[in-house]
């Protein structure tokens, strides 16, 4: 199985910061990469798909880079509604895994 | 517009089979390259991949729960069914299923349902 490694776990950041996650994966996934969002209570959403394509609907402070075994998602300007759990996922092969989740919370 | 809903028991007994059922509209399993999956997610915990079944009956499944899932689909009701066995309260989760896209040569869950938390409790 290919293992995902998120970084950090939690983090805390003001209104307006840009904030990087990280998503490690264990061997090349090579851009069969995806990130979701979830909010308490709520199913996952899609924000990003195959690496780099932001979903229908999703604001463009959202981005992501990376290619291999390496990716991070970088929220530009964090906005309250951004506070949520962010998940990345891999389906280059099966099974296809996810990472532990980041809990992204506003100061 | 794409729709998905989970239902079945909330509560199973340790040894317990659960089924699953996901009922969607939108979009059907007559279209070349369907895929409906399955994923839990534990109460405070990560998500956990299961199972999926494609449009032409090709199966998938997390080779930990291998032995114990099902994946079934009705193309005529718009449904697939998930069946494990020997239910164990570390099985307690919320179970979500999600359609699959496969159109841009990647997989994404591009929509998921509400999910269903089933606990496993004697």
């Known amino acids: 199985d290919i293992q995902m490694t998120q970084s950090p776990s939690s983090l805390s950041a003001s209104v307006g910061d840009r904030v990087t996650i990280t998503c490690r994966a264990s061997?090349?996934?090579?851009?069969?990469l995806n990130w979701y969002q979830q909010k308490p209570g709520n199913a996952p959403k899609l924000l990003i798909y195959?690496?780099?394509s932001l979903q229908s609907g999703v604001p463009s402070r959202f981005s992501v880079s990376g290619s291999g075994t390496d990716f991070t998602l970088t929220i530009s300007s964090l906005q309250p509604e951004d506070a949520a759990t962010y998940y990345c996922?891999?389906?280059?092969?099966?099974?296809?895994?996810f990472g532990q989740g980041t809990k992204v919370e506003i100061k | 517009q794409i729709t998905l809903k989970e239902s079945g028991p909330t509560l199973v007994k340790p040894t317990q089979t659960l089924t699953l059922t996901c009922t969607f509209s939108?979009?059907?399993?007559?279209?070349?390259?369907?895929?409906v999956g399955w994923i839990r997610q534990p109460p405070g915990k990560a998500l956990e991949w299961l199972a999926l079944?494609?449009?032409?009956?090709?199966?998938r499944y997390s080779p930990s729960l291998k032995t114990r899932l099902t994946i079934t689909k009705d193309t005529s009701k718009d449904q697939v069914v998930l069946t494990m066995t020997n239910m164990d309260p570390v099985d307690t989760a919320t179970y979500f299923c999600?359609?699959?896209?496969?159109?841009?040569?990647?997989?994404?869950?591009?929509?998921w349902g509400q999910g269903t938390l089933v606990t496993v409790s004697s």
């Open positions: 939108g979009f059907s399993f007559t279209t070349s390259g369907v895929g």
């Open positions: 999600a359609h699959d896209n496969c159109s841009g040569g990647s997989c994404e869950f591009d929509y």
């Open positions: 079944i494609y449009w032409d009956d090709d199966k």
């Open positions: 996922q891999q389906s280059y092969s099966i099974p296809w895994t």
């Open positions: 195959s690496t780099s």
């Open positions: 061997q090349s996934v090579s851009n069969y």
